[in-house]
């Protein structure tokens, strides 16, 4: 396994190396803007395509080019097939485990039928290397073997963590048909600046919202159910290191994917003391019924990140959840 310096194909634009050409899919949304930022920051020329169903207009950098269509598209097949690509980074997704249960078709046709419409594009284009938004929240399932290694028993209850499951199957298909270099990257709770704290918000940024209003806090059941929380930021960079990996050995689909988290359980009780703590807030906390559905507990191991991308989690919670809350206030989320 290895670390590649530079791409050798780089492109001299004027006086300015361009370090290649990246396609990030879902670059108005959360995640996804901060990985189009990463990568604008290393030098690459970066194209967003989002169709902006819960992204927005505003978190998509300056200095990228904006595609507003469908990954599921003809628009966006050709985009694929007549630019080369040096990696296609795809964050677009439906993302709501609800909503997969309700139309598991309609979240088969976006994550799945999407990522082919995506991978047929870049095997005509030519674009060799895919980076691709996982969850390690979701293809593990439930298990009290925690934190939960890449080679875990895989066992999605939902047909979102099946759709996200059956993409890394179609990616170690197309690594092994095409030779293209697929990554997957497992994510737990991503939180951070630009996450939407409506809907069906990730807790930080529900949290920091009610804050923000003067509102109490609602902890669903009895407030001891985990998760694993990783800043975007750290995410973001886990991006930049895996679009840079490759391997000789790409023989099962855990072999090309690695887990983004803390491998640290926060309850949501913590979590809640800890944004108080964090921010100086003085709102109370009240408890409402258990949510059917939800995973008891959840962390991933991370070793494998740490040994083979060189990457670790470099923003502790307290400091994530300050930044968080401060870009809530400013943005009056
Ligand atoms: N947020 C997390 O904690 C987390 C955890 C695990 C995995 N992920 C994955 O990371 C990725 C990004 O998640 P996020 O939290 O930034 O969500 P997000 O909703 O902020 O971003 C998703 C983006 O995809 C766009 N999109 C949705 N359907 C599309 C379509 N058919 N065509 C084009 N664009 C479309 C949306 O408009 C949005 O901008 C998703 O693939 C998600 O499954 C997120």
């Known amino acids: 396994m290895h670390q590649?310096?530079?791409?050798?194909f780089g492109v001299v634009f004027g006086a300015t190396a361009m370090k290649g050409?990246?396609?990030?899919?879902?670059?108005?949304?959360?995640?996804?803007?901060?990985?189009?930022?990463?990568?604008?920051?290393?030098?690459?020329?970066?194209?967003?395509?989002?169709d902006l169903s819960s992204g927005r207009e505003e978190n998509i950098p300056r200095a990228a080019e904006f595609v507003h269509a469908d990954i599921g598209s003809s628009e966006v097949r050709r985009l694929l097939e007549r630019t080369?690509?040096?990696?296609?980074?795809?964050?677009?997704?439906?993302?709501?485990?609800?909503?997969?249960?309700?139309?598991?078709?309609?979240?088969?046709?976006?994550n799945i039928l999407g990522l082919l419409n995506l991978l047929e594009g870049a095997r005509a284009g030519g674009t060799?290397?895919?980076?691709?938004?996982?969850?390690?929240?979701?293809?593990?399932?439930?298990?009290?073997?925690?934190?939960?290694?890449?080679?875990?028993?895989?066992?999605?209850?939902s047909p979102y963590g099946v759709s996200k499951l059956t993409s890394e199957?179609?990616?170690?298909?197309?690594?092994?048909?095409?030779?293209?270099?697929?990554?997957?990257?497992?994510?737990?709770?991503?939180?951070?600046?630009?996450?939407?704290?409506h809907g069906e918000?990730?807790?930080?940024?529900?949290?920091?919202?009610?804050i923000n209003r003067g509102q109490q806090l609602t902890v669903f059941g009895d407030g001891g159910?985990?998760?694993?929380?990783?800043?975007?930021?750290?995410?973001?960079?886990?991006?930049?290191?895996?679009?840079?990996?490759w391997t000789d050995n790409p023989a099962t689909i855990d072999a090309t994917a690695f887990n983004i988290g803390t491998a640290t359980e926060t309850s949501v009780n913590e979590l809640a003391q800890a944004l108080i703590g964090a921010v100086g807030a003085a709102v109370s906390i009240m408890h409402a019924p258990e949510r059917a559905g939800e995973l008891r507990r959840s962390a991933v191991a991370i070793e494998r990140a740490?040994?083979?991308?060189?990457?670790?989690?470099?923003?502790a919670l307290g400091e994530g959840l300050k930044q968080t809350y401060e870009w809530i206030r400013e943005n009056g989320a």
């Open 84 to 110: 080369r690509f040096d990696v296609l980074n795809h964050h677009a997704a439906q993302m709501d485990v609800r909503v997969s249960v309700e139309d598991p078709s309609f979240d088969a046709r976006v």
């Open 201 to 210: 918000a990730g807790v930080v940024a529900i949290f920091c919202s009610r």
């Open 306 to 315: 740490g040994r083979d991308l060189d990457w670790k989690p470099e923003t």
């Open 21 to 50: 050409r990246a396609l990030v899919t879902g670059g108005a949304g959360f995640i996804g803007s901060h990985v189009a930022d990463h990568y604008l920051e290393a030098g690459y020329d970066v194209t967003i395509v989002d």
């Open 225 to 245: 159910q985990t998760r694993d929380y990783v800043f975007v930021r750290d995410v973001a960079r886990a991006n930049m290191l895996a679009t840079k990996w």
């Open 169 to 197: 199957y179609y990616l170690a298909a197309y690594t092994q048909l095409y030779g293209m270099q697929c990554v997957a990257l497992r994510y737990a709770n991503v939180y951070g600046p630009r996450q939407n704290p």
């Open 128 to 157: 060799k290397r895919v980076v691709f938004a996982s969850s390690g929240g979701v293809v593990y399932g439930e298990s009290d073997d925690l934190p939960h290694v890449e080679h875990a028993r895989k066992l999605p209850v």
């Open 4 to 8: 590649e310096g530079t791409f050798a």
